[in-house]
């Protein structure tokens, strides 16, 4: 082989080492379980007022509950939890509350929490996702895995409430693509409806989004790599964590909503989310609304809209 040849081949040896070395890092970045420091300063998250998708109206509410931490074993062998409170009255019906992106779901979901127990008079139960808060795992699965503990947790819910109970899902942000994965996958008749609120098409369209905006990098090589990777680490390609898939397959009714301002999870996800579902649904985009911020900026709204939608099919 001639020089040229041999620092031809060193130099495609050593591009191949630095994708490998950058696939990993931006595996521990995305999808390892470690604060995501990149969020910080984020301009995209400008309009959150704390660290969760939804500002916690009412911390002294939460603080004074008294949660039940319920437990279930997933699929893989995760020891998962999730926060209960019964309505104040005896009823069949319960909404599960999906907490979004590193969020938690006591920091994070506490007015979703309050309106559904206080003002809809439903029992609430809040997971943490694995690789989340008190749950269990070492990764994010971007709803994909999550939506198999989902259904694990709706026959717990069944299991506690009766045969009789009446589910909502709701979900914010990861949640909110995590309880659309859910809603393509074969449920029980108890799931009455599904909330999404700011969720994304899949996990590669949001990571490729996002690697352009935060890093300035084409999505080809660097998030396809990087989905090998977490393939291997983690068990699934980014491109499996569909949302806009399973929604194709969607049995239930769903009210989808977002913020018009939404720079994080760009607003037309939701109208691509939207268009593809074949069942009964609605949209609500707030004006002036970022991501995870659409309660926060119109909560008559927000909390008129999701309580019309879900007495259409919860009685």
């Known amino acids: 082989m001639s020089i040229i040849g041999i620092i031809i081949a060193i130099l495609v040896i050593l591009i191949l080492l630095l994708l490998v070395a950058v696939s990993f890092y931006f595996y521990r970045v995305a999808v390892f379980r470690q604060p995501k420091t990149f969020l910080m300063n984020n301009p995209d998250l400008a309009q959150i007022t704390t660290d969760s998708e939804i500002p916690v109206a009412e911390p002294a509410w939460v ?4 949660f039940e931490i319920i437990e279930l074993l997933s699929y893989d062998g995760l020891l998962l939890k999730g926060y209960y409170l019964p309505a104040l009255s005896p009823t069949n019906k319960t ?16 007015s979703l929490a309050h309106f559904y127990h206080e003002k809809f008079g439903y029992n609430i139960l809040m997971p943490d996702a694995r690789g989340h808060g008190i749950s269990e795992g070492n990764y994010i699965g971007f709803g994909w895995h999550e939506r198999k503990d989902y259904l694990k947790w709706i026959a717990l819910l069944i ?3 009766g045969e009789d109970a009446q589910i909502v899902l709701h979900g914010i942000s ?3 693509a995590t309880v659309l994965m859910t809603s393509g996958e074969q449920l029980p008749p108890q799931v009455k409806c599904v909330v999404a609120d700011c969720g994304y098409t899949s996990a ?11 890093y300035h990098l084409p999505p080809f090589p660097f998030v396809h790599l990087t989905s090998l990777v977490c393939k291997l680490k983690a068990g699934y390609f980014f491109s499996e964590a569909s949302a806009l898939k399973q929604v194709e397959h969607a049995q239930r009714p769903i009210l989808f909503i977002h913020g018009a301002e939404d720079t994080f999870v760009p607003t037309e996800m939701v109208h691509r989310l939207y268009n593809q579902c074949p069942q009964y649904k609605e949209l609500l985009v707030i004006p002036a609304a970022g991501h995870g911020t659409a309660y926060s900026t119109d909560s008559v709204t927000y909390i008129q809209q999701v309580d019309t939608f879900v007495r259409r099919f919860v009685q």
């Open 63 to 66: 603080d004074a509950q008294s």
């Open 95 to 110: 909404v599960i509350l999906a907490h979004g992106y590193t969020g938690t779901a006591k920091e994070n979901m506490g």
């Open 159 to 161: 299991q506690r409430v």
């Open 174 to 176: 990861m949640g909110g």
């Open 204 to 214: 590669e369209d949001i990571l490729s989004y996002q690697v352009k905006r935060m």
